[in-house]
């Protein structure tokens, strides 16, 4: 059984950081891209990062500059690196999976696992 399991978010300042984690289990992680959605209330789900499993990067261009996507393939987890966070980045944060044969990064379709998400609250 696939686990996807986020961590990290919590109520932070506009200007402030937060990591997000998500521990993956029952696949074999290596081999998955892994990528960060979002959802704010009243909004569809969002793409904003990708790790793939070679380690390559994407970024949803209105975070480049302030977000990182990492990934331990010895302790099955990907981070997420928020940095100079804005009240327009508060939303549930989910991590996702994506096996192969890889899909496209941005379309949610592409990913197989979801995690449950965790809250990111920023006062402005």
């Known amino acids: 059984q696939v686990q996807l399991v986020e961590s990290g978010g919590g109520l932070v300042q506009a200007g402030g950081s937060l990591r997000l984690s998500c521990a993956a289990s029952?696949?074999?992680?290596?081999?998955?891209?892994m990528g960060w959605f979002r959802q704010a209330p009243g909004k569809e789900r969002e793409f904003v990062a990708r790790c793939t499993s070679t380690g390559g990067t994407y970024y949803v261009d209105f975070v480049k500059g302030r977000f990182t996507i990492s990934r331990d393939n010895t302790k099955n987890t990907v981070y997420l690196q928020m940095n100079s966070l804005k009240a327009e980045d508060t939303a549930v944060y989910y991590c996702?999976?994506?096996?192969?044969?890889?899909?496209?990064?941005?379309?949610?379709?592409?990913?197989?696992?979801w995690g449950q998400g965790t809250q990111v609250t920023v006062s402005s």
């Open positions: 029952g696949l074999t992680f290596s081999t998955y891209s």
């Open positions: 996702a999976a994506d096996g192969p044969p890889y899909g496209m990064a941005i379309r949610r379709q592409s990913y197989e696992y």
